[in-house]
């Protein structure tokens, strides 16, 4: 089945709203935790208007996804549940060199493999929030943009570019 923009925007997403400082502005602001705090946001002068804006923000970025074919993130369905335990099968000598550094790092070896995880998880949700911040920039000013591969002296000339 082919999952349409309306099959997604009727995900049960869980939405984190909240009372900006009067030095942030003021308002409230709304945000989709699992797409990034930063990436699906909507703002108001009140919780309303926030959740509002918000629902538009993500019918775009919902659009953008599906017309370049990258995938979406779903909520869990209410009926998975999730113990925080998981056992995972690795070959020996990863399992070796993962043990030494964690002695190395004076923690045990879940604490050390979990900090492995989030960090390399947290990097890759910051290079996907990246990219879509260069395709944005790239729509919005219609800036060409020019790949590695594509870099020449003539590349650059006289004209703003992004590279990618």
Not at 85 to 99: A, D, E, Y
Request: aromatic share 10%; glycine share 6%.
């Amino acid at each position: 089945m082919k999952k349409t923009l309306a099959y997604y925007m009727e995900l049960p997403y869980e939405v984190m709203l909240r009372k900006l400082r009067p030095e942030e502005g003021g308002g409230f602001l709304a945000c989709i935790p699992l797409l990034g705090e930063n990436r699906c946001v909507g703002d108001g002068e009140t919780p309303q208007g926030a959740l509002k804006d918000l629902e538009e923000v993500k019918k775009d970025l919902f659009a953008d996804y599906l017309k370049r074919g990258e995938m979406i993130p779903e909520p869990a369905k209410p009926d998975e549940k999730f113990s925080g335990k998981l056992l995972l099968r690795i070959p020996k000598i990863l399992h070796c060199q993962l043990s030494q550094a964690a002695k190395e790092n004076e923690t045990s070896l879940n604490s050390y493999i979990t900090y492995l995880l989030s960090s390399n998880h947290a990097s890759e949700r910051m290079t996907q929030q990246f990219d879509f911040i260069c395709g944005a920039i790239h729509k919005l000013w219609k800036w060409p943009v020019i790949s590695p591969e594509d870099e020449t002296e003539e590349s650059y000339s006289n004209q703003p570019y992004l590279t990618h």
